[in-house]
């Protein structure tokens, strides 16, 4: 809903009330907003679920996962849904107490303190930055396949840029129209999926339903749990984004109430897409083994061409490539929000820069630009070396499990310290064994995406996830003893836990 309400309607007067109230709450904050409130409900949860993008997640890991694990790796999306359901439980709590933009750094600044917090959001950041470094040179090929280029290293990073300029223009656009492009993407892939999976599973249907408790094999002589531990990334990998929702807080009317019930959407709806998408691809493959033997490698494409022919394909291939555009602007609104806040909180070299705003458009512009051009550098480094790019991007998955678990975390932290959730959303006397539920669920997670399973290549390479995650962190640590801007900033912090509560000021 906009200022231009019709004057007099139960709808302006819903509308004043909620912007007013928001204004209040988030001046007792300690801030004042410079972003309009013009991202609706459905606007909102359509920006968290194609961040999550099952199309996105699927179409990327299917072949991996089924050649780890067989057709039973599609248990995985249920498992890790009910796991990152309950972090998004407790993240809940933590948004309508803050409904500050940026999320996972204000959320750490309020239920930890300064130095947590920048730890906290450089490693989420990193992560997102380089998330959409990924997420763009994947869409490379299926752009460069719609306009018939040569599959190459150099059409992939032209395609992939083409991808990044699109989002990063729609960004700088504004949020309502953000808001109306996250919409239609969301409409796009829900239809897209459901059309792709109806059709496959009423015209092109090879196996039943059995065939998902059907290993193939994939265990060799030993227990299957390794097999299904490695397929699992699949349903690890796809869901995040819900935390998307309450990056843009400021940008909600009546956050509190709103942005919990996106998160939980998210999940629900995404994770019921994601897994019906797999499911319509488990079952219109006609040689699974085939695919785990490694014959078929790219058992989605050909499903889809023997489906829908090559003109099909090509309508099929769009869906999936405004799917991957809507995940790109959805991770670059995310990511300019964060880097947002740390400039709104003096926190970061540059600040003066991220926090200037645009005042017709009411975004972040350099802030923006930031989320543009640092994966628009990693895209152009994979003409130098694609090894190093997938060693950039090994860290994308786990850093952002990492930032979630660390204000999972602090979280516990804080209400062992005496912290009651107190906005318009909390889960009562379930808060405490929900979060000790979530932090269990992340680190086996976080285990589980960095275990060393490739014995045959360079130790390095084995390690790299782990590697990957110590040299950010290490780089964070010397940044904050070298230039510990932090210590500058007075914006509030630890003022979840009572009786550590710092003098708190209005500020832009």
Request: with cysteine; aromatic share 12%.
């Amino acid at each position: 809903m906009t200022d231009t309400t019709p004057a007099g309607s139960q709808a302006e007067d819903d509308y004043l009330h909620h912007r007013d109230a928001d204004a209040h709450h988030l001046a007792n904050l300690g801030y004042q907003s410079e972003f309009k409130r013009e991202m609706s409900p459905w606007a909102n949860f359509s920006l968290g679920f194609t961040y999550l993008s099952p199309v996105v997640g699927i179409y990327s890991l299917f072949a991996v996962s089924l050649m780890a694990g067989g057709p039973p790796m599609i248990w995985s999306l249920v498992i890790v849904g009910l796991g990152q359901l309950l972090v998004a439980l407790v993240f809940s709590e933590v948004v309508a107490q803050f409904p500050v933009a940026g999320g996972v750094y204000p959320w750490a600044r309020r239920l930890w303190g300064r130095k947590y917090a920048w730890m906290t959001g450089w490693v989420y950041f990193v992560a997102l930055l380089t998330t959409i470094a990924s997420v763009t040179y994947g869409a490379g090929p299926y752009l460069a396949t719609m306009l018939e280029f040569e599959s190459t290293v150099n059409t992939t990073i032209l395609c992939a840029l083409g991808v990044l300029a699109v989002a990063t223009i729609v960004n700088l656009l504004g949020t309502k129209v953000l808001a109306t492009v996250a919409m239609f993407g969301f409409a796009a892939e829900l239809i897209g999926a459901l059309v792709v999976g109806v059709w496959l599973l009423v015209s092109h249907r090879e196996q039943s339903l059995g065939v998902l408790f059907d290993t193939f094999g994939t265990e060799g002589d030993g227990s299957y749990l390794p097999a299904f531990a490695a397929a699992a990334l699949l349903g690890v990998y796809q869901y995040y984004g819900f935390e998307a929702c309450g990056d843009v807080a400021e940008e909600v009317p009546d956050p509190g109430r709103i942005i919990p019930k996106a998160m939980r959407r998210t999940i629900y709806i995404g994770g019921a897409a994601a897994t019906f998408v797999c499911l319509s691809l488990i079952l219109s493959i006609s040689d699974i083994g085939a695919v785990i033997s490694g014959e078929n490698p790219d058992p989605v494409g050909a499903v889809l061409t023997d489906a829908f022919g090559s003109f099909g394909s090509k309508i099929v291939l769009a869906v999936v490539l405004i799917s991957f555009l809507s995940c790109a602007m959805s991770l670059q609104a995310a990511a300019s929000r964060l880097a947002y806040s740390y400039g709104r909180d003096d926190m970061i070299i540059g600040s003066a820069l991220l926090k200037k705003f645009s005042a017709a458009r009411h975004v972040p512009p350099y802030a923006l630009l930031v989320a543009a051009i640092v994966p628009a550098v990693i895209v152009i480094g994979s003409k130098v070396s694609e090894d190093a790019l997938v060693k950039i991007i090994s860290f994308a998955a786990f850093g952002i499990y990492l930032g979630f678990q660390m204000v999972v975390l602090a979280a516990l932290r804080a209400r062992l310290k005496g912290w009651v959730p107190s906005g318009k959303y909390t889960l009562g006397q379930w808060g405490l064994p929900v979060n000790i539920a979530a932090l269990a669920y992340g680190v086996i997670a976080m285990i589980n995406m960095a275990w060393p399973r490739t014995p045959d290549v360079p130790w390095y390479d084995n390690w790299i996830v782990w590697i990957s995650a110590a040299i950010v962190v290490g780089f964070g640590l010397v940044y904050m003893a070298v230039h510990p801007t932090y210590g500058r900033s007075e914006a509030p912090y630890s003022d979840a836990i009572p009786g550590d509560r710092p003098t708190v000021g209005a500020r832009r």
